[in-house]
């Protein structure tokens, strides 16, 4: 479900055409839809209503602070995987008590700023996070509520690369030592554990092996209850699927919040979920303009002004997009088989290989849909290439929330060592 269309011939990103967005901004650009971001933070929202539940949008799937800003007026609050993070969703005007900060590797500064935050929750991943969290915020006179991520031993399916819930991955604590974990926190100073938390992997489209891993997460906190700790928080993370080709049929958003009420049926509970895909995937587009047709060896290659710096998903998991020519093209014209490439030096810089698609010629703009979940945010300015602007639509009006830098901005940060710049 999004709202990015053709209309009158020209594809729409609500009620302004993506041509007008490209002509005043320039490509590569990427543009989200205000009303789909809405809509998929409301299909959750709504069917949690009158629960004690917090939303908790993951940034690192789409971070820009335009984005953040307007699921934080819908009530969102953040999940974050680093200080920088931490410091967007802020800046963004989520408060601190509606924040949980995740992952692997977080550092002392990091721990610390979150302490000195004030956020609703560390989700912490191994013994020695706890020790170090349990010292920063001791000496700091602080108590830090944690919940541990716990690693269920579930296979969630999909890319290899974004399955997270296996023995072999490095997050989370061994399952069967869960117990001993919540022990270990009763006794250290500066940490309460109030919660349970798991994610099992991305872009999961058939939402079984969740009930699976949410069902023993109800298990644990049943059992942890029983020994008396005060559990009074599940956090069950992210990662549920959106459709990338026409053809794909991902559990929907109401069926994966069906499925989390009946799991959790009859326990009383805070409710955290972790959503970064599901809201901002469908609802950002990245448009690009052709720059060469170019024939060879038998095969035909469009080049773009956009490359894998841009939107790095095909080249890092192989990733699909829809490609779709921003001017509709007749239905009854033949289709051409073409690899669709982008103008950095390297041989992954390849969006699709023999796609079919209308005629595209010098000039033409297309856009790759689905890309408002790790497009912008895994961009580089790998070959001096300017980062893509960003432009969020609302209705009838747009804006851009970041702008693509200048050259000189580009090097600003950069300076030659001070000894071949000294004066004599
Ligand atoms: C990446 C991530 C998410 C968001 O995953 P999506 O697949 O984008 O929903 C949520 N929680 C954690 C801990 C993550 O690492």
């Known amino acids: 479900m999004h709202h990015f269309h053709y209309r009158d011939g020209r594809l729409h990103c609500e009620d302004v055409p993506l041509d ?16 789909t971001l809405t809509r998929h933070y409301n299909v959750l929202a709504d069917a949690f209503d009158g629960s004690k539940y917090l939303i908790a949008y993951s940034v690192k799937a ?7 800003k307007t699921l934080a007026g819908l009530g969102a609050g953040a999940d974050v995987v680093s200080g920088g ?23 002392r500064d990091e721990l610390k700023m979150a302490l000195d935050a004030g956020i609703h929750q560390f989700n912490v991943e191994s013994l020695p996070e706890m020790e170090r969290l349990s010292q920063i915020a001791a000496d700091m006179g602080k108590v830090a509520p944690v919940a541990f991520r716990v690693n269920p031993h579930v296979d969630a399916g999909g890319h290899a690369n974004i399955s997270t819930g296996g023995a072999e991955h490095k997050f ?21 554990p109030v919660g349970v938390d798991v994610h099992i992997g991305s872009q999961i489209t058939d939402i079984s092996p969740m009930r699976i891993a949410f069902e023993k997460v109800v298990t644990l906190v049943k059992q942890l209850r029983a020994e008396g700790f005060a ?10 699927g959106i459709p990338y080709k026409p053809t794909d049929n991902p559990d929907t958003p109401a069926q994966y919040a069906q499925m989390i009420r009946e799991v959790k049926q009859g326990v009383d509970i805070e409710l955290i979920l972790e959503p970064g895909r599901m809201i901002a995937g469908n609802a950002g587009v990245m448009l690009a303009t052709v720059e060469y047709v170019k024939h060879r060896d038998g095969r035909s290659f469009v080049i ?7 939107l790095m998903r095909p080249a890092l998991y192989d990733a699909h997009h829809e490609i779709l020519p921003l001017a509709e093209a007749d239905s009854d014209t033949p289709l051409e088989t073409v690899d669709i490439v982008g103008p950095v030096c390297e041989s992954t810089d390849r969006f699709a290989k023999a796609r079919s698609m209308p005629p595209l010629k010098q000039d033409d703009r297309i856009a790759f849909m689905s890309a408002g979940a790790y497009g912008a945010v895994l961009s ?34 950069e300076s030659a060592p001070h000894w071949l710049t000294q004066q004599e």
């Open 231 to 240: 559990i009074s928080r599940m956090d069950l993370g992210g990662g549920l």
């Open 85 to 107: 993070e931490l410091y967007k969703a802020l800046h963004a005007g989520i408060p601190a008590s509606r924040i949980v900060f995740s992952g692997v590797g977080k550092t």
């Open 20 to 35: 007008t967005i490209a002509d005043q901004v320039g490509t590569p650009c990427y543009v989200y839809s205000t009303a």
């Open 172 to 192: 989370g604590i061994a399952w069967h030592e869960a117990g001993t974990f919540y022990q270990r926190a009763r006794d250290l100073p500066g940490i309460d």
């Open 380 to 413: 580089s300015q790998y070959n001096a290439r300017p980062i893509a602007a960003e432009v969020i639509v609302n209705g009838d009006v747009f804006d851009v929330i970041r702008r693509r830098p200048t050259y000189e901005e580009i090097v600003a940060l």
């Open 304 to 310: 773009l002004d956009s490359g894998m710096n841009d």
């Open 62 to 68: 789409c971070g820009n602070i335009g984005v953040a």
